[in-house]
């Protein structure tokens, strides 16, 4: 099946510091990865769509400065986190649907990555 | 606005019984519906997808079940086990965007469930 690989899995850094967070599609190319934020006991937060080649879309109030996504290929995407503040910590998971997925086609998540801030 | 609502937001049952999780959605148009396993601390795992056309759908002990009209589906899980213990998450998918093939995704807060021996 899809396997979806998220890395690191979990993540101290101290305030200011630049953190980068890879996901990448291990059996099958992905055209499009998503990159979600989660609170304790809440559901996923869409932060932004990463498509290969091509610059992120950001959700309205994610700041794209503050978390800068790279899909430089098919089968990986980046999440850093700059300049990281204590707020920052969270739960950060991508996700990846198979190049020329239909919109009923899984949507194959990484293990996340927990972040914590100092 | 669309939002989809889940409900209960927490559940625990003994092991071997069955439950069933309600999610209420007002997504419109509406492309599809899915249901998410969450373990903690791990990415969720798809159970199912529904179109609008479709009742319900199986997974193993899992069954999800689609009333488009009344914008409601529920998950019935049979004869728990210890390892159901997750959040379940239900996600509605919007109508595909222009160029792209993948409708914009509504999640659901999730029903945590705890399964007691």
């Known amino acids: 099946g899809a396997v979806v690989s998220q890395h690191p899995s979990r993540v101290i850094c101290k305030s200011g510091t630049s953190v980068k967070i890879e996901c990448r599609s291990l059996d099958f190319q992905a055209t499009t990865m998503f990159w979600y934020r989660q609170f304790p006991k809440k559901s996923l937060m869409l932060m932004a769509t990463?498509?290969?080649?091509?610059?992120?879309?950001?959700e309205q109030g994610v700041e794209k400065d503050k978390f800068l996504i790279n899909h430089a290929s098919l089968t990986l995407s980046t999440l850093t986190v700059t300049s990281a503040h204590p707020e920052d910590s969270s739960f950060y998971i991508c996700s990846a649907i198979r190049d020329r997925g239909f919109g009923n086609s899984p949507l194959h998540f990484g293990n996340g990555t927990r972040l914590t801030v100092t | 606005k669309n939002q989809v609502e889940q409900s209960p937001q927490s559940l625990i049952i003994l092991e071997g019984k069955n439950c069933t999780l309600q999610?209420?959605?007002?997504?419109?148009?509406?492309?599809?519906l899915r249901w998410y396993k969450q373990d903690t601390g791990r990415g969720p795992v798809s159970l199912t997808i529904m179109t609008f056309s479709e009742n319900t759908k199986s997974n193993g002990r899992y069954t999800a079940t689609l009333d488009a009209d009344t914008k409601q589906s529920s998950l019935h899980i049979t004869a728990s086990q210890l390892s159901d213990s997750a959040s379940y998450i239900c996600v509605v998918s919007g109508p595909y965007a222009g160029g792209t093939s993948y409708g914009k995704l509504t999640f659901g807060q999730g029903t945590i469930l705890t399964v007691h021996p």
């Open positions: 990463s498509n290969e080649g091509s610059k992120a879309t950001y």
């Open positions: 999610c209420n959605y007002t997504v419109s148009p509406f492309s599809n």
